[in-house]
Structures are given as structure tokens and as C-alpha cells.
């Protein structure tokens, strides 16, 4: 038995732009479809598309791959999916989805350190990924803010090397419009535009008028500029533990500083280096210093949107010296 593009979508309960899509990637033949069919009107194209039983079964999975049906059942502890009118969903390809798990795999490791958060959605934006959670960035405490901006910014940027098609590697293409793709799947974007090839992030870059790159500036917390390295995204580098600690705990660390000690003992400095983060909670902005009698934390000024008042600054200043002194952790 044949079916006709309409008849197959409504078979499979999905949109026929949905079953279109998966024949454009070209991954996937459908039963019939007309010689040359790229340089054919849509309408021609659509006319001809036959389907068969044998198509049934392959392409209910390849929407279940589509819909990320299997990271859904596989990370439902750390993915609660956004609810209320206009929801969002997971709207981007399905060559992202093992980014999308590293992200949610750290959301658990967070979890061992009393941070809880799940992601709610994602979607693709200028051919890159964006991920959001529900936590509210005005609750968090420094480093937690800081720490999912880092691990936003970490899956932005793989995503920018991965075609959200397959997830071999690939490039940002910019054609019809902005995608990231690797070589099979570049015709997807359609003829290319001037500034492919050129612009690589349009994060970090923009074209000037006379066709020249030019970086963005560093933004109010910095995250485009961090370092791949900073990012674990160098592979073949590997860092010792106090350099994993100085990248974790920058918001809290002088520029400067460079942590040392022996493994226990930087196990120990990391533990109330979370204490004090907990202890601050979201009113502070300190450093950690190095000072002849040891580490110190140090308050530097209060945030803009602090409404903690002088009793309260002097019960977290006591707390902070009762877990440096090791008498509270």
C-alpha cells in the first residue's frame, strides 16, 4: 500500500512539514520521490512523494529521535519540561542531544554540592544552542549564577562545532539562514551568504562594513570570554585539581591568586569555599586572598541589590570566619 504526503503525516499523527523536513536532511528516502527533486517547485515535489509500509516504522523512529523521546525517560529527574501558556519545548536538532545530556549530567553533579536545578527547554538561536532552566538568575548566589553561566556558555559554544543534524563535527553555515552543520548537511541553508565561512560565532564576531571581523566586546560577567580551556572544552589538556579549583570558584578568587596544597587539603578549601557560598547567599560579592597567616575571605562591597542591613552583614562576616577557622562547615 502507497500513501500520499498527507495521508503518511496523518498515519504518523505529525505535521507534514515534519515528514518534509526529514527528507530534505536526506538522511531518510521515502518510497517515491521525482528525479532532481532539489531543483523542482515544492509543489511538484510534494505531489510526487509516495510512501510505503516499509516507510512506517522508519520514520516513527526517526521522530522519536527528533522529539528526544529517549532523553526525556532517560534524565526526567533533571529535565522538567516548561508548562503554561506558550510552553516551550526541546526545538533543536538531534544532533545536539549528547551536549544537552553532558548539561544535564552536570546539573546532577551540582546536586552534590546542595545546587538543584533542572532544565525546562532549549531551543536553536543564530545556529547555536541555548538551554534554560528554571532556576531565577536573581535567587542564585554568585556562584551558582556563575557556575550555570559557565556551563551555558560550555554547551553553546560545542554546539557551534556540531552539526545539529547527525552531531559529527561541524560549522556555524549562514545561507537562507543561520545553521550549524557539518559537510553532508550543509545544503540545508541553502546558497551561501558572503560572511560564511568568516563568521564562525555570531556571539563573539559581526562583519564590519568593509568586510573585516570584528570581536565582540566581553560582556557584564565575561562568559564569552573565557578560554576553551577554562570551558573543558581543550581536549588533550588535562589541569591538576587546583587549577579545576580556581576556574570553579573564579567569582570568589583574586585575579592573581594560585591555589596549591595537597589533594586533602584543597578538598578541604573547596568544601568551605561552598560553606561561605551558602553562607553569603546572594549579598555579596567576596574574594579569596591569600594572606601571611593563610587564605582569608575578604567582603569587597556590597551588591547593588543587597537588602541585607548591618546586623545581618555581621552574623555573615562571623559565619564566614567560623568556617575559615574550621569550627563551622
Keep these: ?50 510512501f510505503s509500509d516499509a516507510n512506517i516504522e522508519i520514520f516513527q523512529k526517526e521522530l522519536r529521535r527528533r522529539r528526544h523521546d529517549d532523553f526525556k525517560a532517560a534524565y526526567a529527574d533533571v529535565y522538567v519540561p516548561d508548562e503554561g501558556p506558550g510552553a516551550r519545548g526541546l526545538e533543536f536538532g538531534p544532533g545536539w542531544i549528547g551536549i544537552v545530556q553532558e548539561y544535564c549530567d552536570q546539573l546532577r553533579a551540582f546536586e552534590r554540592d546542595h545546587f538543584v536545578d533542572a532544565l525546562r527547554w532549549g531551543k536553536e538561536k543564530f545556529g547555536a544552542l541555548r538551554l534554560f532552566t528554571r532556576s531565577s538568575r536573581y ?63 555570531p556571539d563573539r564576531q559581526k562583519m564590519r562594513a568593509d568586510g573585516s571581523v570584528q570581536n565582540w566586546p566581553e560582556n557584564s560577567i565575561g562568559r564569552y570570554t573565557w578560554t576553551d ?33 595537597t589533594d586533602q587539603e584543597l578538598v578541604d578549601l573547596r568544601k568551605k569555599l561552598l560553606s561561605v557560598d551558602r553562607a553569603i547567599g546572594r549579598y555579596h560579592e567576596i574574594k579569596f586572598q591569600l594572606r601571611k597567616r ?20 555581621g552574623a555573615i562576616i562571623a559565619e564566614i570566619e567560623m568556617i575559615m577557622s574550621g569550627e563551622q562547615v
Excluded at 559554544?157 to 559537510?183: I, N
Excluded at 570551558?231 to 591555589?259: C, N, W, Y
Design 1 to 50: 500500500m502507497t500513501y500520499t504526503m498527507k495521508e503518511f503525516a496523518q498515519l504518523l499523527q505529525t505535521s507534514e512539514l515534519s515528514i518534509w523536513h526529514i527528507i530534505d536532511v536526506g538522511d531518510i528516502r521515502t518510497h517515491a520521490i521525482m528525479d532532481d527533486y532539489q531543483n523542482k517547485s515544492l509543489t511538484e515535489v510534494l505531489d510526487s512523494l509516495r
Design 139 to 201: 535567587t542564585l548566589t554568585p556562584l551558582q549564577s556563575y557556575w550555570l553561566s559557565r556551563l551555558d556558555e560550555r554547551a553553546r559554544r560545542q554546539s557551534l562545532r556540531t552539526c545539529q543534524e547527525c552531531g559529527q563535527p561541524g560549522r556555524l553555515r549562514l545561507g537562507a539562514h543561520a545553521a550549524t552543520l557539518c559537510d553532508q548537511h550543509k545544503h540545508l541553508v541553502g546558497t551561501p551568504r558572503s560572511e560564511d565561512g568568516i563568521i564562525l560565532d
Design 229 to 261: 580551556q577554562e570551558l573543558g572544552l581543550d581536549e588533550g589538556v588535562t589541569m591538576d585539581f587546583a587549577r579545576q579549583i580556581e576556574i570553579e570558584f573564579k567569582p570568589f578568587l583574586s585575579h592573581d591568586l594560585q591555589l596549591y596544597g
Design 294 to 313: 593563610g587564605y582569608e575571605i575578604s567582603i569587597d562591597r556590597e551588591l547593588m541589590i543587597s537588602t541585607v542591613d548591618d546586623i545581618k552583614h
